[in-house]
């Protein structure tokens, strides 16, 4: 089923706790909320901006979103409401070429691939979403890199 969206440009997507799509679009650099109907259509809940620049990946930790933007170098976080409404709840400064995002399992951490520099950020989320940043490690060979996944 092909759903289209003009300019949005799909980069990324999780799911929230009502089921609803949350998807990062790297042509509005925005966050979206999308119900998943039977037959694979999806209709558009909410777009919110993350007012940076390059948005391309979400991760979920402990009910909330964070939006990867690689030309900002930041994390933007987000909370969601059971119907699927965005709220924009901070922004988070990561090292340079913030690509990727990985919470570990139960969501207290927030590992964050900066390619820039080959560096994975560490952050701890709050119980307000907050990311305290815990440190860095660079990562040898690892500069211009993506992908990334925490446990």
């Given at each position: 089923?092909?759903n289209s969206e ?6 990324a ?7 609803h ?25 909410d777009?919110?901006?993350t ?14 979103f964070?939006a ?10 987000f ?9 924009l ?5 990561t ?23 080959g ?9 307000n979403?907050?990311?305290?940043e ?10 211009g ?5 925490a446990?």
């Open positions: 089923m092909v003009p300019g949005a440009v799909p980069f997507i999780s799911f929230d706790a009502a089921g799509l949350v998807i990062a679009e790297a042509g509005t650099n925005a966050l979206a909320t999308f119900v998943l109907n039977p037959g694979g259509t999806v209709t558009p809940i777009t919110l901006g007012g940076q620049s390059a948005t391309c990946w979400v991760a979920q930790a402990q009910g909330f964070y990867s933007n690689a030309g900002s170098a930041s994390e933007s976080q909370s969601d409401s059971l119907g699927g409404s965005l709220a709840a901070g922004q988070t400064t090292d340079p070429g913030t690509v990727d995002a990985s919470a570990s399992i139960g969501g207290q951490y927030l590992y964050v691939q900066t390619g820039g520099n560096i994975v950020d560490e952050f701890h989320v709050g119980a979403g907050s990311l305290a815990i440190g860095s490690v660079t990562v040898p060979g690892a500069v890199g993506e992908g990334i996944a446990f």
